[in-house]
């Protein structure tokens, strides 16, 4: 074992004559080893409620939507729509294709309740498997919009909250109006608005855990919403993927595609939620910087301990530089100190925090309301290696620069003058 090792080690050990320091040793271990551990903690938290929300937006494997610029062109003709379907096609990693089209709407119950809706007028086959989250419903189905008889209303199927504010069930009747803006006509100055209307059958419901769809939403075949507005144009084509990272590939392919035509827009969930996703950051380094604060205060208490062990020791480092111990060694010794202290903690706290977080995850330790946290039923945790690492180096070079202080005072201690009352 090399000389400063041997002395770092043999101080950290043995018994002091003041008790006190090795209170402040024992002390700045554990509030660096709880520091790392939190940090570790909070950061998994952090990183579980993300994904848990980018999850219940863009789904385990990532859908894409190719939007009609309405600046552009308000809707695709269905020749434009062809030409569109040869360019995603062409896209590795796509898994399904479904066309819609998109309104705003108001529904109106039998009780009169009025309520504002998002439309979509969909592919049932299709969109079941570009849309998973619409696979089980709460009751009826989506494959009910489809095949209805002469003498049967068209189907509509509506979001949980949506269905509960109209005091509806499967099988109620409403009426869907739609606003549309009527063509100036002759003589006419202006156009003036006027609303599309017929009755609709509810035929299911569908919770996602998301007010965001579950309160607004509401599903039509696409064949009776076109018929509702007389057009033959869509606006919206949902691509999914087999995963994340080909949904990630998929989208940069079909922005740099020539071919993509100039009234078309692709996005995901994510760009349409860049508000929710920014406050989550937001909070994320909050937190960090709160805690990291904490690591950084214990880690001064540092300088306290390795001060006061440098005063308790000033016989033993005149006896050493009087023996020719260079400055480095000595300088070494009392920075091996701070580091020992400042390893064990880290150590001890990565194990401490990042096992709490993965057992927390597995064992789904705390539960949530799911009426308010919606897309949680219990807190995730969502252990990230590159962050845990960065947290351990973090730690470390903090306590190596709250030791250099310390070690600097002990190197340069003058032998004569800490011999002189001995």
Known sequence: MRFDAFVANRYLRAKRKQSFIG????????GITLGVAALNIALSIHNGMRQAFVTSLIGDTGNLYVLANSLVDYGWRPDEVRELNEVIAEVPGVRAVSMMRQEPGVLVSKRRRLTYCKLYGILPESHLRAAPS???????????LE??????????????????????????????????????????????????????EVVGRFKTGNSQFDETDAYLLLDDLLML???TEIQTILVSFDDLDAMEAGKADLLADPELLPSASVMDLR??????????????LATTSVISLFILIVALNMVSALTMLVMEKHRDIGIMKA?????????????????????????????????????????????????????????????NPAEVVLVAVGSLVISFLTSIYPARQAAAMDPVEALAYE
């Open 271 to 284: 760009d349409l939620n860049q508000g929710l996703l920014r406050a989550l950051g937001l909070e994320k």
């Open 134 to 144: 619409l696979r089980k419903l709460e009751s009826g189905s989506l494959s009910l």
């Open 23 to 30: 209170v402040i040793s024992l002390i700045t271990l554990i």
């Open 323 to 383: 023996f020719g111990t260079p400055r480095a060694m000595i300088l070494r010794v009392f920075l091996r100190q701070g580091m020992t202290l400042s390893f064990y903690g880290t150590v001890l706290g990565t194990v401490l925090g990042v096992g709490l977080a993965i057992l927390a995850d597995r064992t789904r330790l705390i539960s949530l309301d799911n009426n308010v946290y919606e897309v949680l039923s219990y807190l995730p945790f969502k252990v």
């Open 229 to 231: 507005l007389n057009t």
């Open 147 to 200: 095949g209805r008889g002469e003498n049967q209303r068209p189907g509509v199927v509506l979001g949980k909250d949506l269905a509960e504010n109209l005091g509806v069930r499967v099988g109620d009747e409403l009426r869907l109006m739609v606003p549309r803006l009527s063509s100036p006509g002759l003589g006419v100055q202006r156009g003036g608005l006027r609303l599309k209307e017929m009755k609709v």
